[in-house]
Nanobody, 123 residues
Framework: QVQLVESGGGLVQAGDSLRLSCAAS????????MGWFRQAPGKEREFVAA????????YYADSVKGRFTISRDNAKNTVYLQMNSLKPEDTAAYVC????????????????WGQGTQVTVSS
């Protein structure tokens, strides 16, 4: 079983930056691909970014490419999402997820999910 705890969300203004963290309680963290997803009120959950266990492969949604960076520290069992140039449309609950397999954009492949952290971007 993998437990995931996100942190780092908050209320910021457009153009600001935030860094989200997701700490995983698992001994073999490097064996898990990690993903970030988000869900805005009234909308379906959508893929944001994903990273392989070795950090060799990363994927991004087109809407965040060039602004967001996913990274991980396997020694700390933590994955990060650095969000720059935030826009009001980035407002959502951000959730991290773990997949004991190949890195993928598909939420259906992820086995474990955190509770989420809220990001609100004001204009």
């Amino acid at each position: 079983q993998v437990q995931l705890v996100e942190s780092g969300g908050g209320l910021v203004q457009a153009g600001d930056s935030l860094r989200l963290s997701c700490a995983a309680s698992v001994r073999t963290f490097r064996n898990y691909a990690m993903g970030w997803f988000r869900q805005a009120p009234g909308k379906e959950r959508e893929f944001v970014a994903a990273i392989s266990g070795s950090s060799s492969t990363t994927y991004y949604a087109d809407s965040v490419k060039g602004r967001f960076t996913i990274s991980r520290d396997n020694a700390k069992n933590t994955v990060y999402l650095q969000m720059n140039s935030l826009k009001p449309e980035d407002t959502a609950a951000y959730v991290c997820a773990a997949n004991h397999g190949t890195v993928t954009r598909s939420e259906h492949a992820y086995d474990y999910w955190g509770q989420g952290t809220q990001v609100t971007v004001s204009s």
